[in-house]
Structure formats: C-alpha cells, structure tokens
C-alpha cells in the first residue's frame, strides 16, 4: 500500500511559478507510476501529467505541454510537478496518484490518491 502527501501549493501571479511535491510512503514506491491530476470547482477530475516508475516515460495533457515539467526522485520516494507560466485557468486543487503498473492518463485507472492541493493563480 502507498500514502500520498502532495504540497507546494499556494497563490501565484499569472506567469509565476511553482512547484508541487508528491510524498510517499512504502518501499515500493519506485515499481509505481504517479499521475498528477487537478479539479476545478464544478468540473470533472482531469489528467495533468504523469510518469512511468522508472522515470523514462512521461505524459502531458495537451494544455499543459511545454509549460510543466514531472518528475522523480525514487530514493526520496517523491515525485514533482514544475508548474511555470502559470495561467488563471491552471487554478484548481491537485492531486497526485500512483498505480503500482504502466503509466497511464486514465483517473479510474489509479489505485492510491492523496489529500489535494490548491493552486490559485492570479490574473
């Protein structure tokens, strides 16, 4: 089993910067692949990013490619979501998930989800 602890979040300009970090608990952390996802108030959970277990394959959704960058750190059982030129519409809370197979931009497909974090960009 894995717990997941996201952090980072916070208020930020529009074209500012920030970067989330996902923790995890559990030895086997490094055979899962983590997702990032995001949920804006009345909308539906949506894929961000996500990451294969060894780090070698990375997915983006489309309105996020070239702008966040993911990834991770096996030893320190963390992976990240670099968010820069942050826009108003990135704002929603974030979640990182993990699923102990092939990396995947599917939400019903994770296994483990952690709390949230709010983003909140400012125009």
């Known amino acids: 089993q894995v717990q997941l602890v996201e952090s980072g979040g916070g208020l930020v300009q529009a074209g500012g910067s920030l970067r989330l970090s996902c923790a995890a608990s559990?030895?086997?952390?490094?055979?899962?692949?983590v997702g990032w996802f995001r949920q804006a108030p009345g909308k539906e959970r949506e894929f961000v990013a996500a990451?294969?277990?060894?780090?070698?394959?990375?997915l983006y959704a489309d309105s996020v490619r070239g702008r966040f960058t993911i990834s991770r750190d096996n030893p320190k059982n963390t992976a990240y979501l670099q968010m820069n030129s942050l826009k108003a519409e990135d704002t929603a809370v974030y979640y990182c998930?993990?699923?102990?197979?092939?990396?995947?931009?599917?939400?019903?497909?994770?296994?483990?989800w952690g709390q949230g974090t709010q983003v909140t960009v400012s125009s």
């Open positions: 998930a993990a699923r102990p197979s092939y990396v995947s931009l599917v939400v019903n497909e994770y296994e483990y």
């Open positions: 559990g030895r086997t952390f490094r055979s899962y692949a």
């Open positions: 990451i294969s277990w060894s780090g070698g394959m990375t």
